[in-house]
């Protein structure tokens, strides 16, 4: 058997080479992923030594990102891309209009035509959502408010740079390139491929949401768990290669919209468990792909150029996407964390740049340029989101413009005073009204239990003050809101949300307030329950399925004796 295979030498050297300098950079307190990057840059053909096959680097990085994708999508609804469509669908076209205008800006500074300042702002407008959602998952806030607008704003980049590849093609001749699909008129072109993703993304939410966890269903059945771990890589890979070949949509979208249908399944968070270890060996494989993309070379020639393209990354655009969450009265760490969540670009940038290239509109600087500002700002962006708490303080501490946009003084921020005074004592603090906060919030409305809810959700709050329900907007983990539901008079403190770290904030602040209030707190695993337990002494629920259910009951069977306060009663474990 021969020894010299590009494939087995491809993944041997990036994954060996990634351990190596990945542990190096974690013991100096960096970010594991700039020794993955390094990684790339050693082995990539920009420097002397092996270099291993960039072409088989590429594809092995797709996996790693519809792998990545589909994982995001069994934990991210149509409920929960839907709540956050207000802000994710006007913020990231406004911010991908206005990172496109300086790129085009400073690309028309040095000279280019408007054909190569287009693709070139095109490519820096957009973020990788692979850095993101390692980002977020290492942060815990994922699952929370905030990650899902985050998500949710880089979904609706993706389907716009999906029309923008398509578009490209048909407009070259008009941008002094080189025009690659004949005569097609471009009305035709546009409407042809909203057909298709259009399409696409009824076919999934329609016939997809039954179809795929049906099928999860009949494997489970057979009880191997290799045919589970089968059917979930296969689905992923399969339904994003089908999407990318018969409805023109990338592969990263694809997949995700099939994680979103497999989500039905009650056997979707076993299925995610399932997949993270390839999801994660495959992710390592994305950042060493674009380090060998990097020819070092050009921080010498260009230093320049290539500090305003990583300030226009880093800086313009999460300035321009700070400002456009203010705007749309969310609170300083939201705009905060969505800032950091978009100070980098990653691989839609790669594609649109090597097709504007192949159409002659893109110069041979300008990818160059682009990588460089991707490299840097993928190394960097772990740093600018564990500065969000500090900036937040600071900003508080000596701005009073600051302390008010963290407050944000908002009719939907505090109850009104005509709120029913059985609202404001002795009743049930419900943080979240996702999937299992309804759960519980329709148990305690059948037993006349009252209770108020605490909701990121600034549209869902203003739904639920119509139903006439009690709740205040506002993330629960700051004081405010917390004391804003009255907590200080509550019986219960029930947390929905999966946010481990904000739990903890939560029942914090419940417990200085209130200091014999019971608290109940959902997990998604045994080992974080047990930390839970171990550090909150709270009553904590595991499970998916009949998670709500069971909340409901316990919430309930707590608050079903009348003068007899929960806390004082012994929790189960």
């Keep these: 058997m021969p020894h010299s295979v590009s494939l087995i030498n491809t993944i041997a050297a ?111 407008s957009v973020a990788s959502t692979v850095v993101l959602l390692r980002a977020l998952e290492s942060l815990g806030i994922l699952d929370s408010f905030t990650g899902r607008i985050a998500v949710g704003w880089l979904v609706v980049e993706d389907l716009a740079m999906v029309l923008a590849l398509v578009l490209l093609p048909p407009l070259a001749s008009m941008l002094n390139g080189t025009p690659d699909t004949g005569d097609t008129p471009l009305w035709q072109t546009l409407g042809a491929t909203l057909l298709q993703v259009g399409g696409f993304v009824v076919l999934m939410l329609v016939v997809g949401r039954r179809l795929f966890p049906w099928v999860l269903w009949q494997v489970t059945r057979t009880g191997s768990r290799e045919l589970f771990t089968l059917c979930v890589v296969a689905a992923a890979v399969s339904i994003a290669f089908a999407s990318a070949a018969l409805f023109g949509v990338s592969f990263a979208l694809g997949a995700f919209f099939a994680g979103m249908v497999m989500r039905e399944s009650e056997f979707s968070h076993r299925a995610a468990q399932e997949s993270l270890p390839l999801r994660d060996a495959f992710a390592v494989l994305f950042f060493v792909s674009v380090g060998m993309l990097f020819d070092p070379s050009v921080l010498i020639e260009r230093p320049l150029q290539v500090l305003a393209v990583v300030l226009v990354i880093v800086v313009g655009k999460s300035v321009a996407a700070c400002a456009l969450v203010l705007l749309l009265r969310y609170p300083l760490n939201t705009a905060l964390t969505v800032s950091a969540s978009l100070a980098q670009i990653g691989e839609f940038s790669f594609i649109l740049a090597a097709l504007g290239a192949h159409l002659g509109l893109l110069p041979a600087e300008g990818q160059s340029l682009l990588l460089a500002g991707a490299i840097m700002s993928i190394a960097t962006n772990p740093l600018w989101f564990t500065l969000i708490a500090p900036l937040e303080k600071w900003l508080s501490e000596h701005s009073s413009f600051a302390r008010g946009l963290a407050l944000r003084e908002d009719p939907l921020a505090e109850l009104p005073m005509s709120t029913e005074a059985r609202f404001l004592s002795n009743q049930v603090v419900l943080v979240g009204f996702g999937r299992i906060g309804r759960r519980i919030a329709a148990e305690l409305t059948a037993n006349a239990i009252p209770f108020v809810v605490a909701e990121h959700n600034r549209e869902l709050v203003e739904k639920l003050r119509a139903e006439g329900m009690a709740a205040v907007w506002g993330d629960a983990a700051e004081p405010v809101v917390l004391v804003q539901a009255h907590v200080a008079e509550a019986r219960l403190l029930v947390v929905t949300t999966p946010d481990a770290i904000n739990a903890r904030q939560m029942i914090e602040t419940a417990r200085t307030l209130n200091p014999s209030i019971e608290t109940v707190i959902r997990s998604h695993n045994e080992e974080e329950a047990g930390r839970l337990r171990g550090e909150t002494a709270a009553t904590v629920f595991i499970g998916d399925h009949e998670l709500a259910r069971a909340m409901a009951r316990h919430v309930v069977q707590r608050t079903a004796q009348p003068g007899v306060h929960p806390a004082r009663q012994q929790a189960p474990a």
């Excluded at 994982?71 to 209009?97: C, E, N, T, W, Y």
Aim: zero cysteines; glycine letters at 16%; proline letters at 4%.
């Design 14 to 124: 990036g994954l060996g080479l990634a351990l190596i300098l990945g542990f190096i950079a974690a013991r100096l307190r960096l970010p594991a992923l700039v020794g993955y990057l390094l990684a790339g840059v050693i082995i990539g053909p920009f420097t002397p030594g092996f270099v291993a096959d960039a072409s088989i680097a590429a594809q092995l990085a797709e996996i790693g990102v519809m792998l990545l994708m589909f994982g995001v999508g069994l934990h991210f609804s149509l409920d929960d891309l839907l709540a956050v469509r207000k802000i994710a669908v006007p913020g990231a076209i406004v911010q991908m209009a206005v990172a496109t205008a300086m790129g085009v800006g400073l690309a028309s500074w040095w000279g280019w035509n408007l054909g190569g300042a287009l693709v070139f702002g095109l490519a820096l």
